[in-house]
């Protein structure tokens, strides 16, 4: 188990510095994109590590927005949002429990979709969906890279609940 956890969190960090690494100037929110889809994905297959270790990458890329590369709209819009979503990926770096990560990652994602709306910086079209099973039946929503529902809140219990209810296409 040590073994895997140690690979798991090599491969996050090898990702980190990759996605750092990446000319950021045409899309200086794309390594927040990026981890929070990681995040997104391992809590799907019910992966508490591998979710703990891609919102450390996430909180770090949050912590790395390079802000001078944003316009003036798009600087106050990430000023409204940036504090929270670091609150939450904060919280789910520091635990492996799954059902404490998605409480975060609620909030998280309701965060992360207003935040993508309202900076409009997407490189690739990207899906809100929700889940009315999630959050004890109130329903949540998150981010997805693809149509396709993969849920990152019943995971391998109920992987295709939900439905896409918004597509924010590409910004070309």
């Known amino acids: 188990m040590k073994k895997y956890l140690l690979m798991v969190m090599i491969l996050a960090t090898t990702a980190a510095s990759n996605i750092f690494a990446q000319d950021v100037s045409s899309n200086p929110l794309q390594p927040v994109v990026t981890s929070y889809i990681g995040l997104k994905n391992a809590l799907a297959i019910d992966r508490g590590d591998s ?6 990458v996430l909180y770090d890329a949050i912590d790395k927005v390079p802000m001078d590369k944003l316009s003036e709209d798009q600087h ?41 709306k309202a900076m409009n910086m997407n490189d690739t079209d990207l899906y809100i969906q929700f889940c009315p099973m999630a959050e004890a039946g109130k ?9 396709t529902i993969s849920n990152p809140y019943m995971g391998k219990r109920m992987p295709a609940c939900g439905k896409t209810t ?7």
């Open 51 to 56: 979710a703990r270790a891609s919102a450390k």
């Open 76 to 116: 106050k819009s990430w000023m409204q949002y940036n504090e929270k979503l670091s609150h939450d990926a904060e919280h789910i770096k520091s635990t492996n429990e799954l059902a404490q990560q998605r409480e975060h990652f609620a909030k998280l994602s309701s965060n992360m979709s207003k935040m993508l």
């Open 139 to 147: 329903g949540a929503y998150w981010v997805s890279e693809q149509s």
């Open 166 to 172: 918004e597509t924010l296409k590409a910004n070309d």
